[in-house]
């Protein structure tokens, strides 16, 4: 009867396993429908503030991904956090910013029991000449690296097989990849190109795509001139100045007018920003945050990331001890913004008949 018994059970558990990820009617798994409907609806509660790397290093230390600098000094997780995917490609063990790829996958899944947001990015290396041409060296290159990125993707699940819902940024403009080079009509085929190889034969079933550029001085629809608007869901906007001078107006001033074009062709927004030890400036929040989360309806703002020394200005968050917490903390008690404790139900589905 034990026997018996416990043969129920793991079939049972079994059965319940495999219903966990079931694919709904577009081809994505059930959660990643819906983190497509609920994302755009979510700029109505507010803000989701996070960073890159976010839970993977910080100011001192590394690879605790129970650890955030945000949540060191405000009691609170990031409700989104961010990876770069370049060098998975190539098979390399760890990406551009020199962080493991391994980590990277065990903070994802780590993170994903807290059901906040994640953004990836794949600034895919120059394949070489001609890659939009069928049969060439570069596009058999670029075929071949679509689908290992692809197949990265879906190794992003938990013990049970569920896999997690992220939003995929390729391709990020950044006026220096050698994709950022080539013309508006052709930057939109390799992305759509590159979209459909994963999604038919990397079998990628946990992403949506999003547009990112990093253009902040162009109006509004020259900045989406690239934009492949049919395949993409989320529009973002990219700003990591060197410099301080005129950021939080500057960001602002651009911000608007995307969030704006962005609502009208029914995409959620997004922004990615941050600058190297926010100017040494202890009011640098309320003077540039601020009132881009209250004048800007979006769904994440993604900081930069803080690693290495402090002493090098290495950080775009606040740490423990370093000047603009207390402003910072002016931020975080802002209605506008969410962080982790006030995420609930992203991927939820909320339009059941």
């Not at 709904?24 to 890159?52: C, F, H, I, W």
């Not at 490609?89 to 906040?116: H, M, P, V, W």
């Not at 079998?203 to 395949?231: K, V, W």
């Not at 002493?311 to 423990?320: A, I, L, R, S």
Request: net charge negative; charged share 25%; with cysteine.
């Amino acid at each position: 009867m034990l026997i018996v018994f416990a043969a129920l059970v793991a079939t049972s558990c079994r059965k319940d396993k495999n219903s966990y990820d079931e694919i709904g009617e577009s081809g994505l798994t059930l959660r990643t429908e819906n983190l497509r409907a609920n994302l755009l609806p979510y700029e109505d509660k507010g803000v989701m503030l996070g960073q890159m790397y976010g839970t993977t290093e910080g100011i001192g230390w590394t690879g605790d991904s129970a650890r955030s600098d945000l949540y060191e000094i405000s009691g609170d997780m990031p409700a989104c956090i961010g990876f770069e995917l370049a060098g998975i490609e190539k098979g390399n063990t760890i990406n551009a910013d020199s962080i493991s790829f391994k980590l990277i996958k065990r903070d994802i899944i780590s993170y994903f029991q807290r059901q906040g947001l994640v953004v990836l990015y794949w600034t895919a290396p120059d394949p070489g000449k001609n890659p939009l041409e069928n049969g060439s060296k570069a596009n058999t290159t670029l075929h071949e690296w679509t689908k290992k990125t692809a197949e990265y993707i879906g190794t992003l699940q938990n013990a049970y097989g569920i896999k997690v819902p992220i939003v995929l940024a390729l391709y990020p403009l950044d006026s220096q990849s050698w994709y950022s080079n080539i013309s508006a009509d052709d930057y939109k085929k390799l992305y759509t190109m590159t979209a459909e190889w994963m999604k038919d034969e990397g079998e990628l079933t946990n992403a949506i795509f999003a547009f990112s550029n990093n253009d902040i001085d162009t109006d509004a629809e020259e900045f989406m001139n690239r934009c492949p608007i049919e395949i993409i869901d989320v529009v973002q906007l990219t700003y990591m100045p060197d410099k301080y001078e005129e950021y939080g107006t500057r960001l602002l001033h651009q911000a608007r007018r995307i969030a704006d074009i962005s609502l009208a062709k029914m995409k959620a927004f997004g922004i990615k920003t941050g600058v190297k030890a926010m100017g040494n400036d202890p009011e640098f929040w309320t003077k540039n945050i601020v009132p881009v989360i209250e004048n800007c309806r979006m769904s994440y703002m993604l900081l930069g990331r803080n690693h290495g020394d402090f002493k090098n200005g290495d950080f775009c968050v606040p740490y423990p001890g370093s000047e603009s917490v207390s402003d910072f903390m002016k931020l975080y008690n802002n209605p506008r913004l969410l962080m982790m404790n006030k995420v609930n139900g992203l991927l939820v589905n909320h339009y059941k008949k």
